[in-house]
Protein backbone atom coordinates (compact mmCIF):
# COMPACT_ATOMS: atom_id res chain seq x y z
CA UNK A 1 0.00 0.00 0.00
CA UNK A 2 2.91 2.24 -0.36
CA UNK A 3 2.12 3.07 -3.69
CA UNK A 4 -1.17 5.06 -1.92
CA UNK A 5 0.89 7.60 -0.18
CA UNK A 6 2.21 8.35 -2.92
CA UNK A 7 -1.46 9.58 -4.52
CA UNK A 8 -2.04 11.66 -1.20
CA UNK A 9 -1.61 15.18 -3.07
CA UNK A 10 -3.96 13.63 -5.83
CA UNK A 11 -6.50 12.43 -3.26
CA UNK A 12 -6.36 15.79 -1.23
CA UNK A 13 -6.74 17.18 -4.49
CA UNK A 14 -9.84 15.58 -5.69
CA UNK A 15 -11.04 16.11 -1.99
CA UNK A 16 -10.54 19.81 -2.10
CA UNK A 17 -12.19 20.37 -5.33
CA UNK A 18 -15.70 18.46 -4.88
CA UNK A 19 -16.34 19.93 -1.53
CA UNK A 20 -15.56 23.24 -3.23
CA UNK A 21 -17.97 22.79 -5.66
CA UNK A 22 -20.71 21.88 -3.41
CA UNK A 23 -20.06 24.58 -1.08
CA UNK A 24 -20.17 26.66 -4.27
CA UNK A 25 -23.33 25.18 -5.85
CA UNK A 26 -24.84 25.88 -2.13
CA UNK A 27 -24.04 29.15 -1.68
CA UNK A 28 -24.78 30.85 -5.05
CA UNK A 29 -28.97 30.61 -4.38
CA UNK A 30 -28.16 32.45 -1.22
CA UNK A 31 -26.94 35.64 -2.70
CA UNK A 32 -28.75 35.05 -6.44
CA UNK A 33 -32.11 35.32 -4.83
CA UNK A 34 -31.76 36.83 -1.17
CA UNK A 35 -35.59 37.55 -0.96
CA UNK A 36 -36.40 33.83 -0.48
CA UNK A 37 -33.46 33.12 1.34
CA UNK A 38 -33.96 36.09 4.19
CA UNK A 39 -37.41 34.38 4.80
CA UNK A 40 -36.25 30.82 4.70
CA UNK A 41 -33.94 31.61 7.38
CA UNK A 42 -36.01 33.44 9.91
CA UNK A 43 -38.28 30.39 9.82
CA UNK A 44 -35.15 28.15 10.01
CA UNK A 45 -34.28 29.53 13.44
CA UNK A 46 -31.66 32.15 12.12
CA UNK A 47 -31.84 36.00 11.96
CA UNK A 48 -32.80 36.52 8.15
CA UNK A 49 -28.85 38.31 7.81
CA UNK A 50 -27.54 34.67 7.83
CA UNK A 51 -28.40 34.32 4.27
CA UNK A 52 -26.25 36.62 3.23
CA UNK A 53 -23.06 35.30 5.55
CA UNK A 54 -24.03 31.73 4.71
CA UNK A 55 -24.06 32.69 1.20
CA UNK A 56 -20.73 34.43 1.33
CA UNK A 57 -18.94 32.08 3.11
CA UNK A 58 -20.26 28.87 1.04
CA UNK A 59 -19.49 30.37 -2.74
CA UNK A 60 -16.26 32.33 -1.48
CA UNK A 61 -14.93 29.91 0.82
CA UNK A 62 -15.88 26.77 -1.75
CA UNK A 63 -13.67 28.95 -4.17
CA UNK A 64 -10.84 28.88 -1.83
CA UNK A 65 -11.32 25.36 -1.07
CA UNK A 66 -11.38 24.52 -5.00
CA UNK A 67 -8.04 26.80 -5.61
CA UNK A 68 -6.34 25.58 -2.13
CA UNK A 69 -5.65 29.17 -1.05
CA UNK A 70 -6.22 29.84 2.74
CA UNK A 71 -7.93 25.91 3.07
CA UNK A 72 -7.39 25.33 6.14
CA UNK A 73 -8.86 28.57 7.51
CA UNK A 74 -11.96 28.31 4.91
CA UNK A 75 -12.01 24.50 6.01
CA UNK A 76 -12.89 25.43 9.54
CA UNK A 77 -15.31 28.30 8.93
CA UNK A 78 -17.22 25.96 6.66
CA UNK A 79 -17.01 23.10 9.24
CA UNK A 80 -18.05 25.27 11.85
CA UNK A 81 -20.94 26.50 9.83
CA UNK A 82 -22.04 22.52 9.14
CA UNK A 83 -22.19 21.95 12.78
CA UNK A 84 -24.69 25.06 12.72
CA UNK A 85 -26.87 23.86 10.11
CA UNK A 86 -26.58 20.39 11.60
CA UNK A 87 -26.83 21.50 15.49
CA UNK A 88 -30.17 24.02 14.84
CA UNK A 89 -31.79 23.27 11.64
CA UNK A 90 -31.46 19.56 10.42
CA UNK A 91 -30.92 17.22 13.67
CA UNK A 92 -33.67 18.80 16.05
CA UNK A 93 -36.57 19.03 13.31
CA UNK A 94 -35.87 15.29 11.54
CA UNK A 95 -34.29 13.59 14.95
CA UNK A 96 -30.99 11.69 15.19
CA UNK A 97 -31.86 8.11 13.14
CA UNK A 98 -33.46 10.15 9.96
CA UNK A 99 -29.56 9.99 8.69
CA UNK A 100 -31.25 10.44 4.64
CA UNK A 101 -32.44 14.06 5.62
CA UNK A 102 -28.72 15.32 7.29
CA UNK A 103 -26.24 13.56 5.50
CA UNK A 104 -25.04 16.56 2.96
CA UNK A 105 -24.10 18.46 5.50
CA UNK A 106 -22.33 16.30 7.62
CA UNK A 107 -20.86 15.02 5.16
CA UNK A 108 -19.78 18.52 4.09
CA UNK A 109 -18.75 19.47 7.26
CA UNK A 110 -16.64 16.64 8.03
CA UNK A 111 -14.71 16.93 4.73
CA UNK A 112 -14.14 20.37 5.64
CA UNK A 113 -13.01 19.64 8.55
CA UNK A 114 -10.61 17.21 7.33
CA UNK A 115 -9.39 19.69 4.87
CA UNK A 116 -8.83 22.05 7.55
CA UNK A 117 -6.51 19.46 9.85
CA UNK A 118 -5.05 18.16 6.91
CA UNK A 119 -4.33 21.34 4.53
CA UNK A 120 -4.73 21.19 1.20
CA UNK A 121 -1.95 19.25 0.26
CA UNK A 122 1.08 19.50 -2.51
CA UNK A 123 -1.16 20.75 -5.63
CA UNK A 124 -2.46 23.46 -4.17
CA UNK A 125 -1.87 27.81 -4.26
CA UNK A 126 -0.91 27.14 -0.17
CA UNK A 127 1.79 24.79 -1.01
CA UNK A 128 3.52 27.87 -3.23
CA UNK A 129 2.93 30.60 -1.27
CA UNK A 130 2.53 29.70 2.57
CA UNK A 131 4.23 26.31 2.57
CA UNK A 132 6.83 26.82 -0.02
CA UNK A 133 9.33 28.44 2.07
CA UNK A 134 9.45 26.50 4.78
CA UNK A 135 12.47 24.21 4.91
CA UNK A 136 12.59 20.55 6.96
CA UNK A 137 15.88 22.09 9.76
CA UNK A 138 19.37 19.75 8.78
CA UNK A 139 19.73 17.74 11.66
CA UNK A 140 23.02 18.47 13.28
CA UNK A 141 25.93 15.74 13.51
CA UNK A 142 26.72 16.33 17.23
Known amino acids: MRFLENLKPLGLLVLRLAVGIAFMFQGYPKLAD ?16 FAYIFGILELFGG ?24 GRTRIPV ?24 TGAGVISFDAFTFEGGRKTPKKSKA
Do not use: C, D, N
Not at 34 to 49: D, E, M, R, T
Not at 70 to 81: C, D, P, S, V, W
Not at 108 to 113: I, S, Y
Open 34 to 49: PAHWLKAFSGFGFPSY
Open 63 to 86: GLLVLGLFTRGAGLLLAIEMGLVL
Open 94 to 117: VGIYAFGQYELPLILGAAALALAT
